[in-house]
């Protein structure tokens, strides 16, 4: 099950990358230009970038995980099919 989510929590973190790369300086250069017709149609996106990042900041911090959950996964399946071992895994 790791497996799967893994795969799509990577694929939706590369696909969401691309829309934050472009929101994110776009909301800046919008701001930096000021004019006061493009700022007021903004206004109404405005939310947009914050969104991404908080979806980026999500899916990354899952992605940062990961690598730590599959190792404790793996212990306990050692653990469960070789009895024997319980011991020296507790030490690792
Ligand atoms: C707080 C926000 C973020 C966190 C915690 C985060 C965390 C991570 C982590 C842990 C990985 C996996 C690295 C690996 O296993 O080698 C990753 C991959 C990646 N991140 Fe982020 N990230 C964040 C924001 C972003 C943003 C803002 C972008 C781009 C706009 C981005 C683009 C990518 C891409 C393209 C990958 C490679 C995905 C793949 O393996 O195909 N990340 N990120």
């Known amino acids: 099950m790791t497996k799967f989510w893994s795969k799509w929590f990577r694929k939706f973190h590369r696909w969401i990358a691309i829309p934050t790369a472009l929101a994110i300086p776009a909301a ?8 006061p017709k493009i700022v007021a149609a903004w206004e109404k996106l405005d939310k947009i970038p914050s969104i991404l990042m908080l979806i980026m900041a999500l899916s990354g911090s ?3 995980l990961l690598p730590y959950i599959v190792k404790g996964q793996r212990k306990k399946r050692i653990a469960i099919s070789q009895p024997e071992n319980r011991q020296t895994l507790k030490e690792i």
């Not at 800046?28 to 004019?35: E, H, Q």
């Open 62 to 64: 899952y992605l940062y």
């Open 28 to 35: 800046l250069v919008i701001k930096l230009i000021g004019d």
